[in-house]
Every structure is written in structure tokens, then in C-alpha cells.
């Protein structure tokens, strides 16, 4: 299945059974499977009903950040605003997203086949999450992903310090950019999927939601390799990754994040492709610390930042 680029519609090609296909089925093939395994409809909503109510308040959340990740993808790279209404709708308050506009991308690009993969997936993980969560689902929220003096980068920048007081970052104003912008957001996503996800004890549920953090934490070694090629032109690349990662770090309370720059250990150049805990795994964040990031805001907070009117769940308050 691929992301028609000019409606946003699923359309599954004669031939191809690529990545993207893939992901984008898995909203149908969880259903599917829920009624292979229960015949009757009765059933399958009750296998689905399995899901504890605060694992479907993280997943709300988690859904709550993919559509965030979806739109700033989908308008930066496909220059489409929004999917369709049946795939936003739900409970809480509605909001369509502020700001945001197509990069051009040079004719010879190695960037835009990166971007254009983890833009195309977006899709897919929205529509597995609504299929695992059924009726329980909560709508996008209002998103601020503009790159003006008021957008929630050009905040996030100049807490940083990428930025000067007085200074905008703009995300789609080059491809290098819209790369910075992806790894502030991308930052969050496979953090908090981990102990989400270590939470659901349900097989069913289990696999495809260890396949989304797989998938997010390619997607930020996809990113953090393309940044650190990047960066042998454009050093100053090494030097706003380290300070993303302060902020992020900062804000949350929970000193997990690092830049690109590679180290040297025992005399070997290592490369910052692949952030990890001391064992080696993704290091996580709570929701809570994920909203102190997105919100922009040290201690308790219920909006701002990329989500100006909230979050829509139950999980809506960053960490004191």
C-alpha cells in the first residue's frame, strides 16, 4: 500500500510487498487477525476489550504523538494537510495543525528518499493503533508545527540554543532543517513506546506494537545517519544535536538523550547512530517527561509547544 500523494488515500499497488506496504496494512491485518482467532464479532470485541484501560490511556498518547509526527511529515515532504475525517476523529478536542509547508529538495537529494520512507509510513501506524484501540480512540489534537516567530520549533530552538533570542527556525526552509526538525520530534517516540509497550501482556497486542518501536527506532537511526553525513560538511550539525539533546534532557528530567558526535573508546572512532541505555537498549521516557518535550515547558504543564491546546486522553499533565 502506498500514501496517494495528492489525496492521502490508501492505494495498494498490482505488485510490491515493500516496508511501507507493510506498515500501512497493519491496521487490517490486526482486525483481521482478531477475527481469525474469534469467528464471532462478539468475540473479537471482546479480545480487543482485553486491552487494560491504562494500557489504551498510552496508547492514546502514543497516538496523540503520531498524529503529530504524521503531519509535520505529511506537509513537509507530500504537502498534504490532514487525512481524511474518519482517520483524526474521536473523543476529546479536535484541532488541525498550525503552520507547515512542502521543502524543496534538490535534484539529487540522498535526504528526500529518507524523509519520503518515514513520510509515507506515518499513515499505517495511525491506523493500527485506532484498530487495536476500536472504540476507544481519541481525535487529533490542534498541533503548532509552524516555523515562524510563533511556532513551536522556533520555541524549542531557542530554548536549545540553535537559535538567538530573536532568531526563527523553520524546518521546511531546507532539507537540512527538516532533518533537525525530525530528530527534535523523533526524539520522543521510541523512548516512551518502551515501557509502554514492556506493559501489555496481551500476544496479540504485543507484536505489532513491538514492530512500531522497532520502526521508530530505525527511524531515528535513519535520521541520526543522515545528520551525521550531513554534519562532515555542516559541522555545526554536531554542535545542535548535542544542544537538542540537553534540552530534551533538561526539560524532562531524565539525562537519556545525546547528540550525533561521534566518541573515542579505546583509541576507535564510535558513532552516535544508536543511543542507548548501559545495556545497550533504548533508553526510556515516561509520558509524563515525554509532555515536559513537546510542551516546552520544565514542571507541570497541560499545553503548550507542539500541542498549544493539549493532548486529547487521559494522559495530558508533564512531569513536575
Not at 487525512?83 to 488541525?96: F, K
Not at 529518507?114 to 501506524?125: D, M
Not at 514492556?198 to 497486542?205: G, S
Not at 527506532?217 to 559541522?235: C, H, I, K, N, V
Request: charged share 15%; aromatic share 6%.
Amino acid at each position: 500500500m502506498r500514501e496517494d500523494a495528492e489525496t492521502g488515500t490508501g492505494i495498494v499497488p498490482n505488485q510490491g510487498t515493500g516496508l511501507a506496504r507493510r506498515h500501512l496494512l497493519a491496521g487490517g491485518m490486526i482486525g483481521a487477525s482478531l477475527l481469525a482467532l474469534h469467528p464471532s464479532g462478539a468475540s473479537a470485541q471482546s479480545q480487543a476489550s482485553s486491552l487494560s484501560s491504562t494500557s489504551a490511556d498510552q496508547l492514546n498518547f502514543v497516538l496523540n504523538i503520531e498524529y503529530l509526527l504524521n503531519q509535520y511529515y505529511r506537509i513537509g515532504v507530500l504537502n498534504i494537510a490532514t487525512l481524511e475525517a474518519s482517520r483524526i476523529s474521536g473523543s476529546g478536542t479536535p484541532g488541525l495543525p498550525i503552520g507547515g509547508r512542502k521543502v524543496t529538495f534538490a535534484a539529487d537529494s540522498t535526504i528526500a528518499p529518507v524523509i519520503t520512507e518515514i513520510a509515507k509510513q506515518q499513515g499505517g501506524h495511525i491506523d493500527m493503533l485506532r484498530a487495536i484501540l476500536r472504540t476507544n480512540i481519541v481525535a487529533q489534537p490542534a498541533m503548532n508545527i509552524a516555523g515562524d516567530e510563533s511556532g513551536a520549533f522556533t520555541q524549542f530552538a531557542r530554548y536549545a540554543g540553535i537559535v538567538g533570542p530573536g532568531e526563527v527556525f523553520d524546518p521546511y526552509a531546507s532539507e537540512r532543517n527538516l532533518l533537525v526538525g525530525g530528530y527534535i520530534l523523533g526524539e520522543t517516540m521510541q523512548r516512551v513506546l518502551r515501557p509502554i509497550v514492556a506493559a501489555i501482556t496481551d500476544p496479540l497486542l504485543l507484536e505489532p506494537l513491538c514492530g512500531l518501536l522497532g520502526t521508530h527506532a530505525y527511524y531515528s537511526g535513519m535520521l541520526r545517519e543522515a545528520l551525521l553525513r550531513a554534519a562532515q560538511d555542516q559541522p555545526d550539525l554536531f554542535d545542535w544535536t548535542d544542544k537538542i539533546a540537553a534540552a530534551c534532557n533538561n526539560l524532562s528530567g531524565q539525562p537519556v538523550a545525546q547528540g550525533i558526535r561521534p566518541t573515542v573508546i579505546n583509541g576507535l572512532a564510535v558513532a552516535g547512530d544508536a543511543p542507548s541505555d548501559a545495556g545497550g537498549a533504548v533508553a526510556a521516557r515516561s509520558p509524563a517527561q515525554t509532555l515536559n518535550i513537546l510542551y516546552i515547558a520544565r514542571g507541570t504543564a497541560t499545553a503548550g509547544g507542539f500541542f498549544p491546546a493539549g493532548v486529547n486522553g487521559a494522559i495530558t499533565t508533564s512531569a513536575a
